[in-house]
């Protein structure tokens, strides 16, 4: 039972890249699924999150107009859509996903996937 990223890579900034996140041996058509990021030396971070049903999206504020979350429940599939990417942006990107959702922080997440590496440089 494990979540699994694609999608990352190095881009230039201004770039976009769009991650997927799929259930590999679960479903997720009733969790709350969020990407969270790290970069190093820092603590891993909300990006965004969205509800089981997408009526409830939330974005941190340093990717607002910029990132869109979105899921294929029939595809057990969360994308994230990054646009005008920025050196700020460089981290490890996971996905996660909980049964009940409140905030999109990191301890509200049970199922975590392995990550996968954004570099966002010229």
């Known amino acids: 039972l494990q979540l699994v990223e694609s999608g990352g890579g190095l881009v230039q900034p201004g770039g976009s890249l769009r991650l997927s996140c799929v259930a590999d041996?679960?479903?997720?058509?009733?969790?709350?699924v969020g990407w969270f990021r790290q970069a190093p030396g820092k603590e891993r971070e909300g990006v965004s999150c969205?509800?089981?049903?997408?009526?409830?999206?939330d974005y941190a504020e340093s990717v607002k107009g910029r990132f869109t979350i979105s899921r294929d429940n029939a595809k057990e599939t969360v994308y994230l859509q990054m646009n005008n990417l920025k050196p700020e942006d460089t981290g490890v990107y996971y996905c996660?996903?909980?049964?009940?959702?409140?905030?999109?922080?990191?301890?509200?997440?049970?199922?975590w996937g392995q990550g996968i590496q954004v570099t966002v440089s010229s």
């Open positions: 969205i509800s089981s049903t997408s009526y409830i999206t």
């Open positions: 041996g679960f479903t997720l058509e009733n969790s709350a």
């Open positions: 996660a996903s909980t049964l009940l959702y409140r905030y999109c922080a990191a301890a509200d997440f049970a199922s």
